[in-house]
Structures are given as C-alpha cells and as structure tokens.
Nanobody, 115 residues
Framework: QVQLVESGGGLVQPGGSLRLSCAVSGSISSINTMGWSRQAPGKQRELVAAIAGNGRIDYADSVKGRFTISTAYGENTVYLQMNSLKSEDTAVYYC?????????WGQGTQVTVSS
C-alpha cells in the first residue's frame, strides 16, 4: 500500500521560510510526476510545484522565485522549500505522485503565514 506523509508545516511570520517534506512508502511501479498542491479556505486546490520524471519542473506563477521543489529518489522523498512566505501562501499543502496507473495523495500539512 502506497502512503505519502507530509511534514514541516506550521506557523511562520511573513517573510519567513519553511521546508515541507513528503515521505513515500510502498511500491510504485512507475513515477511520472511528483509534486505539491495547496488549498486555501474557500478556494480550489491549486498546483504549487511539480517535477516530472524527465526532470522538467513547473511552478505556479505566484510562487516562482520563492519556492523550490526537489526530490531524493533514493529516499523516496519530495521536498518543498518555501522562502519569502506571504499571508496568501496560507493553505493546506498536499504532496502527490502520479504513477502509471494511479495518483496518490498525502493527508496534507497546514501552513499558516501570519504575524
């Protein structure tokens, strides 16, 4: 059974930084994409960052230059380094993996940016 477990969320002041981690357990035969999305209260879930198997990386315009996605395939972990955080970054952040047959989601971790 595949499980994705996020960690690293919390409360941070505007301008601060957080690093989210997503640990993947279980067997996935083929990974097409690993990424992060977020959902703020009253809003739809949106893509934040994704890294494809060919190395292509995509970011939402709102986080470009501030967030960095990275992976450690040997550790089956995907990270999201978030710098210069803004109040509008407040949301539940979810990691996901798109495999050849299924898409897997973590349970989410809360990020709150507030003074």
């Amino acid at each position: 059974q595949v499980q994705l477990v996020e960690s690293g969320g919390g409360l941070v002041q505007p301008g601060g930084s957080l690093r989210l981690s997503c640990a993947v357990s279980g067997s996935i035969s083929s990974i097409n994409t690993m990424g992060w999305s977020r959902q703020a209260p009253g809003k739809q879930r949106e893509l934040v960052a994704a890294i494809a198997g060919n190395g292509r990386i995509d970011y939402a315009d709102s986080v470009k230059g501030r967030f960095t996605i990275s992976t450690a395939y040997g550790e089956n972990t995907v990270y999201l380094q978030m710098n210069s955080l803004k109040s509008e970054d407040t949301a539940v952040y979810y990691c996901y993996i798109v495999g050849s047959l299924n898409t897997y989601w973590g349970q989410g971790t809360q990020v709150t940016v507030s003074s």
